[in-house]
């Protein structure tokens, strides 16, 4: 349900500052456009992406919810340890712990399956924005028009997917519905992993240093992409041969330095850099300090149940992973926001636009009645959100309710024509639900989830009227206090005694039932699916009407500001392949200190406590005091080997794993974060604050080939 | 108590690295010969001190705990606001808080005392080495030795006091008994508190910001010394006169910028440059370990009551302050000297020293038997050490016993004649003992004393055999487990109820009176005193022994030491008068980070959470914001105006308030700290790491001029 706010809140249209020479996470039609031959570019931009021709962007894709880069001919992805490490935990146990000692497999029968994961690559992509301003022009009811959206997404995708097979299609809007692009994408659906280095590397500093300046992680894994013999996405196979990159990045020879020009080719997910007060202040009022809590909540319990057994620490890892980051990663948001005053800032601006247009009253009153349009619908999102944010709630809590909602949901769905369906439960989404439904048991701890479940429905039954569900308060009804909650409680553990769906096969032998045959078998959790199914629905139109609103009104304020604030917009990031770039450079994060671009082995050392997440093996720092650096000591920096390295490239997350290309178009790191000053960089880009973290290609080559020796990872990238 | 560890301690002999360029606290007579023009400044040394000359020395001072200068010619002194702290707090009530207010007296009636303080001003010194070495020539014998040192030196001090009345005499042992002087001395005794800003600017950053940079506190007071008529030393006497220094300090014109010469003359009080491996283990295995803890255990239980009552609050402030100081000192060098491997290293080098004399028997015969009496005399300090710091926390914990033991003492010692009793109950120490009487209550909150008192004692009988005190085990003897407890608790209760001790009147009346007199009045504390005078008889023994030891073989050693590293030798500080340089400049603190030698008022603003330590006043926040800097701003620091400044200069404990002078000798800042990472400097002095932190004499105006609007102070620095 996490994807829900993301899918909504990505069509905001809000411009704050004005733009800056390395703003901006760019559409790779328009990089022409920018000049970079004159900001420090070697290479022609036709190198970086020319549609039909082989260029740096085949050489990247879309994994593991970040970015990989091809660096052999033989299908070798390059990307961050914390991107690979859903798939490393995925086939971690309490004796075989591949996330602490690490792996490598150094010959292919070695490998083994990154399981869900895929790898996807940008081909191409087209303008389709007159088919769906045309479908929508005359239409004024909100929902209406979103369903029309829907609708001609569904039948655009579907004619180019008969045209071309093999081809996965998707539409996505840019600068809030003022243009729909149709991407087109090759899908790689067998993904094995090759080397990943122990935690101790790939994730020193762990929690502790995350967006944190200086830095010292070995961010970084291989894995290898497959493909079947006749070169065709297919699912995983022993049959099948690695995968031939139209392109592959090359390793940069010579070392990067302060100043540097530095690109970056990536998949970032989502920056808001368009949004008006009305949306900062539903991020720092409701949606922040919603989630802040609930996330506290659930980590507590995956700490319980972790500190207590090592087998269900390995199973919740990968989630506690991911909860921690959002984790900083909203309090960063919220304490910037208030650090900046982001919403009186906004709301400046916004009155500026309309003493701008004081001398032309006709524009005036229709910036205001913009205005109005926008306090109503977020008056009314704000109303809403608390019964939504239940719905989130049993989700994030219950991965079983999550599969006996998808199994449910496609059983009344695939009743209906396939371009009538709603969106992600067509024909062409089967794989992807079913894959869904696999990966469950890799992240499942039943003791801990009955806990995070029971707590969420205490919650839910307790919320005020008007935002509590009906379904749930129909099934307790009666009980008060404690009673109430030993009812929940006696509820939830009879229903994960009772349901058929901890058990992978058995779930996916259901999947593409009919929905009589599945309620024919009594499981409490589809019990529980259909009667939410009244509320979700509910909740589907608020959203189609929320959408509907903002798809109108957005495309107008944006107009309103670029006329404003002048310059040639990007639009903000949405998951589809972007080109950024910037330069090597430090900053000043406060009064009287100055941070250095480059990290080194010595500051790694320096950290060193000998417990996690400081914990330096004892070959690393032999190394470092016999001054066994290979080819890879760099006179600027003391001699020593350069760790991680900032740039003013700007990023966000799904940026992660991207390739940092220097003028030539060569790799030198892989970007993996960015520092906390800049969390806020989602919503403002501060040139004087926000910085890409990477790790440097040279530390990568070095702990590949003086710490694990894995030589043949190097032969394979052609550097022995 | 804890002075005797200083006295002992201080008289070690050890040099770890070669010298480095500004490194030392040097003694005023050899600043000729370190070529000092080369190195930066512009007047002659004479200027800084010359015997029977009015120099910059006649403009330094020796007052509360710190040092301070003269910047007037009426006696106007400048030092830190931490040094002013205690007199402050005693003036402090819970309705007059003038250490939260801060305190301001433009005309000179409106000052108040500063209870308890006295200026001490370095007159001249000579060398009296000769008559100290002759007298113990012969003496084999450790406490002999020790017993004659003490008498010597009473013998030297009371011949020059009959000889010069009007000055105090101190002999001080440099470079531990290679050498001594005699000190002159004029000591005013009349000072009282003109100029202290509020503690949210004098302690911005409180204990958070302690020892750290970047620092953004404003550590500055004004007091101002006054003495008789016709200018002798005089205690408080509303007829007393300002007194009229025969120098004082003009501020600086140009400000201060990096790589600037600077120099400070003051009164570090201990360094420990030149100590053996024995003498380390001592400090890291027992001294610092036990202070720690204990420090924590009072800590506890002065916040305990503080919390509860803010007048308990402003009685034990000073204390807390001082020990929380210590603490994080003691850790800080507990941490260095394991980062550092200090240990390891004074080994590693003792055994260099030892392998440089291979090629000549007799002498490292001589070497080595002088390593095994090292090692002697600390094992047996290591024994005793437990006993003497059970009667060192009997003391800390309560003031009302350590009151006690002075008066009881002083009433044995009075009996001898002047010279043989012992050192601090002479005649000339009447004033000091009955000020110290006088202060007590000042510092004094009786139910936390009890509570300390009382969980003292609780340790001291659970002591292993050997280290307990017998006449405690004595008093409640037959009391195991929770009886004991029981039984020490109403001694404690009943001993604080009855004790006529707690009222300064009553306690000054007893004082002077014989022992007989003292004992018949049947106080419990005088009891305990009476009862404990012997084991502190046999800890004083002990400590003859040891410093009889040392005295023998810490000068050898530093032969071997100075004949195997070749140099110039400084001596270690001991609280006398010293002069140190350097150069205005930053640091590396770690990897990637780089540390500016200079903070700004933004870092102030910056830092501001509107919570004590960093709630800024909204008077400083509006300065700020309005760019209200008059002639402060400084343009090379983005127009803003200075705060604090990093200097290179060698400086520890007891250098707080030293005026840091320009190469002209002209007044540019306020030295009141080091950073965290030099905090082992009193062991080792590390060049790329060792900084002094001042306040910039242009934020001391600033304050005064913006802030505080007290044009008095300028006008009477000559400035307006």
Avoid at 103 to 117: L, S, W
Wanted: proline share 4%.
């Amino acid at each position: 349900m996490r994807k829900r706010f993301i899918i909504v809140l990505t069509l905001a249209v809000f411009l704050l500052t004005s733009l800056y020479a390395d703003e901006g996470e760019w559409l790779l039609k328009d990089i022409a456009k920018l000049n970079l031959q004159s900001k420090g570019l070697k290479i022609s931009p036709d190198e970086i992406f020319k549609p039909g021709k082989p260029s740096i962007n085949s050489a990247i894709c879309q994994v593991g919810g970040g970015t990989g880069e091809f660096v052999s001919e033989k299908g070798l992805i390059l990307t961050n340890h914390h991107v690979a490490y859903t798939a490393v935990q995925r086939s971690s146990t309490d004796v075989t712990n591949l996330i602490k000692d690490g792996f490598i497999a150094d010959t292919i029968d070695k490998e083994i399956v990154a399981r869900g994961y895929e790898a996807w690559i940008t081909i191409d992509f087209t303008d389709v924005t007159e088919i769906f301003h045309k479908a929508i022009k005359d239409i004024k009811n909100p929902v209406e028009r979103t369903k029309t959206l829907e609708k001609v997404s569904k039948e655009v995708v579907a004619k180019a997917e008969k045209k071309n097979p093999g081809y996965r299609y998707e539409i996505s809007s840019m600068l809030n519905g003022k243009a729909y692009y149709l991407f087109k994408y090759f899908i790689v659906k067998d993904i094995r992993i090759v080397y990943v280095p122990p935690v101790a590397i790939g994730e020193f500093g762990g929690e502790t240093d995350n967006w944190m300046w200086p830095r010292h992680t070995g961010d970084f894994s291989f894995l290898r992409a497959y493909v079947s013999k006749d070169g065709k996405s297919a699912e995983y196979s022993k049959d099948n041969v690695p995968y031939k990159p139209a392109m592959y990045l090359k390793i940069a020879k010579d070392g990067l330095i302060n100043d540097d020009f530095v690109f970056v080719v990536g998949y970032p997910g989502q920056t808001k850099r368009y949004r008006t007060s009305y949306s900062i202040n539903y991020y720092q009022n409701v949606f922040y300090p919603r989630f802040i809590n609930k996330i506290e909540e659930i980590v507590g319990v995956i700490d319980k149940y972790s500190e207590k057994d090592q087998a269900a620490a390995i199973k919740l890892a990968s989630l506690k992973k991911g909860l921690e980051n959002a984790y900083k990663n909203f309090q960063g948001n919220l304490e910037g926001m208030k650090k900046v005053n982001l919403l009186d800032k906004k709301i400046q601006l916004e009155k500026q636009i309309a003493e701008s247009l004081a001398s032309n009253p006709a524009e005036l009153k229709k910036y205001e009645e913009l205005h109005k349009k926008f306090k109503e619908v977020f008056d009314r999102e704000l109303q809403n959100s608390a019964k939504e944010f239940a719905i989130t709630g049993l989700n994030i809590s219950s991965s079983i309710l999550g599969d006996a909602y998808l199994i449910y949901k496609y059983s009344i769905e695939k009743e209906k024509p396939d371009l009538e369906r709603d969106a992600g439960f067509q024909e062409r989404d089967v794989p992807v639900l079913k894959r869904r439904l696999q990966m469950t048991e890799y992240g499942l701890y039943v003791p801990a989830q009955i806990e995070l479940f029971a707590d969420t429905l205490k919650e839910i039954v307790r919320l005020p009227e008007g935002s509590r569900i009906e379904a749930i308060d129909e099934m307790f009804k009666g009980n008060t206090g404690d009673e109430l909650d030993k009812a929940i409680d006696e509820f939830v553990k009879k229903a994960y005694a009772e349901t058929k769906l901890i058990d992978t096969k058995a779930k996916l032998d259901l999947f593409g039932k009919d929905t009589k045959t599945l309620m024919a078998i009594n499981d409490p959790f589809f019990k529980l699916a259909a009667a939410l199914e009244s509320t979700i629905e509910v909740n589907k139109e608020w959203d189609r009407e929320f959408i509907g609103v903002l798809n109108e009104i957005r495309p107008q304020f944006i107009d309103f500001l670029s006329k404003f604030k002048g310059g040639f917009l990007y639009p903000d990031a949405n998951g589809t392949v972007r080109f950024s770039y910037g330069y090597v450079k430090g900053y000043k994060p406060k009064d009287a200190v100055m941070y250095d671009p480059f990290t080194t082995l010595a500051g790694v050392i320096e950290k060193d406590t000998g417990k996690s997440p400081f914990n330096v093996p004892e070959k690393l720092t032999k190394l470092e005091k016999t001054k066994n650096f290979g080819s890879y000591a760099v006179p600027a920096l003391n001699n020593d080997v350069p760790v991680a390295f900032l740039s003013t490239i700007d990023s966000t997350g799904g940026n992660s794993g991207s390739p940092v290309l220097n003028a030539k178009g060569e790799l030198v790191g892989v970007l993996f974060d960015g520092n906390y000053e800049s969390m806020i960089s989602d919503f403002v880009f501060d040139p004087e604050l926000t910085r890409a973290i990477s790790v440097d290609i040279r530390y990568v080559l070095f702990i590949a080939e003086k710490f694990t020796e894995a030589d043949f990872i190097l032969k394979e990238m052609g550097l022995k």
